[in-house]
């Protein structure tokens, strides 16, 4: 059992918070009762548990201007139409009209209802969703001429609102942006988070990806409960 993960016990979520040694009965945890929502309840000797552990920092990246949501799991298992939920996200953030309670939003404890599609798989590690009626604008722009696929320097229409180390998304690409001169970006990395490079026209929309979230539990694929 993995600390500071959680674990779902028939319709109760606990978090592990420590450990004590093993007896022969096996390990003995600490846990914080009553997690995401849901009520302490007593027990069987033996009742089954699956564990959901937490994801790296800052796993959410939301894709300016759009309704895209990027999601880094490591070793997710998911699959493009699965669907899944956020069960807990510690820290607050605003961006592009998306907020911690909407992607907590999507779950209904009492009946483990999954809340979001997922929608493009890019790697075993990075999935996308839609949030419908996220379409912030703010520090989006175009590319200012077309680049292949295997180029690495980037000129934006307006790069004032961009640093170098951001990633953003063009088409269908994630690239990280390298050093920074004005508008022009050089050795850029290109097919991040799973995606693959591929060539983008000129005026192309480039969107700011702003990754945000500590402590965040993500469900796949539990059915309803009765």
């Not at 390298?178 to 693959?196: A, E, N, Y």
Request: aromatic letters at 10%; proline letters at 3%.
């Amino acid at each position: 059992v993995l600390l500071n993960s959680y674990l779902k016990v028939e319709n109760e979520y606990v978090l592990v918070t420590g450990t004590t040694g093993s007896t022969a009965a096996g390990d003995v945890i600490v846990v914080t009762r009553a997690q995401a929502g849901t009520a302490a309840d007593t027990y069987d000797n033996h009742a089954a548990y699956f564990q959901i552990p937490r994801s790296d920092a800052n796993p959410i990246g939301i894709v300016n201007g759009t309704s895209t949501v990027v999601f880094k799991q490591v070793a997710h298992g998911a699959s493009t139409g699965d669907r899944f939920t956020f069960i807990s996200i510690s820290s607050d953030f605003t961006s592009n009209g998306i907020t911690r309670a909407n992607l907590l939003s999507g779950y209904a404890t009492a009946t483990s209802i999954q809340g979001f599609e997922i929608t493009r798989v890019m790697s075993p590690d990075f999935f996308e969703f839609e949030v419908p009626g996220s379409t912030g604008t703010n520090d989006n722009t175009t590319l200012a001429s077309s680049i292949g696929t295997s180029d690495t320097t980037i000129t934006l229409t307006s790069g004032s609102s961009f640093l170098a180390g951001e990633v953003v998304k063009i088409d269908s690409e994630y690239i990280e942006l390298g050093s920074k001169s004005t508008h022009v970006f050089s050795s850029c990395k290109r097919g991040q988070l799973g995606s693959l490079a591929a060539g983008h026209a000129s005026l192309a929309p480039v969107s700011q990806t702003s990754f945000f979230g500590t402590n965040v539990y993500a469900l796949y694929d539990i059915p309803a409960e009765a």
